[in-house]
């Protein structure tokens, strides 16, 4: 909603600046596009190949593996791709070529084919480590002053988000899975074209903010841009390479243990990232420990994440085939139920950007250690619910959709204490120098979490759901009691920042 400041006389959009409008419903599209495949992804995989709507036909651990693939290597490329709008392109740029790689995507995933359809995802994946890092830049960008307005405006972003994630299942989950599961990959593509458009028209509110600051030459730019743009094509033809060699058998590696292999290389790269800067970096102590606090934040979304995703996989076939989704003789499609998550987001973000004020005002506020430790426990809760939910669930014995409806309360209720805050941390915790790349390691954590989450939902081809969900809610309850044990610790690491 526009108002008017009364204080400066200028348009604003519920009392943020205007430009946040603009980020608002490009991400609003952007993650349309994105959840709306996300929610067919799982299932177009395990159905079977034959049929009217027929899919790939591969099982639970193999789907979820693929899953847990890509949906993490959509969040690793946001570092290179922090690193680009960082020393290349700026943020603005990033985000622009970045929407037209990830319509592309959808669209080449709408034909109808093995090799369209993993061509597509490599596209997305593309695409989305180029916008999704450089658009929360932008939103940091918009606060200079810090404080809990600027949580305020990431929860309103948030918002955004959710109001994208809640509408793209419902549009791809009714052409997807009523018609043609492509049309629904084409549906998501359509979203896409229409957030690059509103990006475009929404320049102007974005001021000078997202345009490349760089002291280099452009003669420098441009010899940084050949050889990073060499190296990266050139990784990707190995990596095309050995899925090749691993598709004929000449390496004897499953899907599982590559999605494996990653998570571990994953950690290594993170890890020697973060002793690269502290050491090497030419920082000063303070920025330091407040990147020290960075590493705490990613190892949480990391394990936050590995719990939450799982909406994709496991809860996602728990819809599908435990749950009685019957309504007066019509049967729900199992992709309108990852909205239920976003439509809770949707309705609680403005109260809980109105809380943090509040909570600020009264010098009350917990810190932002303490909130990533609730979020966790709160996300714990959700997976308890689902357990009792489920010790009964059979294929003869369909439960209610009640029990899914509560745990995603329950996770929205964490989500809403770790990630808009967290996302609001990085853009004040960062160098200035290295926010988008520190933007990007918040999403290498979430990346962690999404590998972790197709690894783990694909033990349903083997687990009883009762003893999956219950073993994530206590390793997830315990990481977020030692995340509450330890906060007052890690908050003296950030020194006056809040």
Request: with cysteine.
């Amino acid at each position: 909603m526009t108002t008017t400041s009364a204080a400066t006389g200028e348009k604003t959009f519920f009392g943020h600046p205007r430009g946040l409008s603009t980020l608002f419903f490009t991400e609003m599209w952007e993650r349309f596009s994105y959840y709306g495949m996300r929610a067919l992804l799982t299932l177009f995989m395990t159905t079977a190949t034959l049929g009217a709507n027929p899919g790939l036909g591969l099982d639970v651990a193999t789907a979820g593996a693929i899953y847990g693939l890509y949906t993490s290597l959509v969040y690793i490329l946001a570092l290179p791709g922090g690193w680009v709008a960082d020393n290349l392109w700026g943020q603005r740029k990033a985000i622009w070529v970045g929407g037209w790689i990830i319509a592309a995507g959808h669209f080449t995933m709408a034909i109808p084919g093995n090799r369209t359809f993993f061509l597509g995802l490599f596209f997305i994946i593309c695409g989305t480590g180029l916008l999704k890092p450089n658009v929360s830049t932008i939103v940091g960008d918009l606060y200079p002053e810090g404080g809990a307005r600027r949580d305020a405006g990431f929860s309103v972003y948030y918002m955004g988000i959710n109001l994208g994630a809640f509408f793209g299942p419902l549009i791809t989950g009714w052409l997807g899975e009523g018609y043609h599961w492509h049309w629904g990959f084409a549906a998501a593509g359509v979203g896409m074209v229409a957030g690059l458009i509103q990006y475009r028209m929404g320049q102007p509110h974005l001021g000078d903010i997202g345009h490349l600051r760089t002291t280099d030459t452009p003669e420098q730019v441009s010899a940084k841009s050949r050889k990073f743009f060499g190296g990266f094509f050139a990784i990707v033809a190995a990596a095309a390479a050995f899925g090749f060699l691993v598709s004929n058998g000449t390496i004897g590696l499953s899907i599982s243990q590559i999605a494996g292999l990653l998570g571990q290389g994953v950690l290594v790269m993170v890890a020697g990232y973060f002793i690269y800067v502290w050491t090497w970096g030419g920082h000063t102590a303070e920025e330091n420990k407040k990147m020290a606090v960075i590493f705490w934040l990613f190892l949480m979304i990391a394990v936050f994440w590995s719990g939450f995703e799982q909406a994709g996989t496991s809860l996602n076939l728990f819809a599908r085939d435990l749950t009685d989704r019957t309504i007066f003789g019509w049967e729900l499609p199992a992709s309108w139920l990852q909205s239920i998550n976003a439509g809770f987001i949707i309705l609680l973000a403005p109260v809980f950007g109105m809380l943090w004020v509040t909570l600020e005002a009264r010098q009350v506020n917990p810190s932002i250690p303490m909130k990533a430790g609730l979020g966790l426990l709160g996300l714990a809760m959700g997976f308890f619910v689902l357990a009792w939910g489920s010790a009964n669930a059979s294929a003869g014995n369909l439960v209610s959709p009640a029990w899914l409806v509560v745990t995603y309360f329950l996770h929205t209720v964490g989500e809403l204490c770790i990630s808009p805050i967290g996302l609001s941390a990085i853009t004040k915790l960062s160098p200035q120098r290295r926010v988008g790349q520190m933007m990007g390691i918040w999403f290498v954590g979430a990346a962690l979490g999404n590998l972790f989450a197709g690894l783990v939902g694909g033990q349903l081809e083997t687990m009883m759901p009762t003893d999956l969900f219950r073993t994530v809610a206590m390793i997830i309850g315990g990481v977020g009691i030692v995340a509450l044990v330890v906060s007052p610790q890690v908050k003296k690491l950030m020194g006056g920042t809040t």
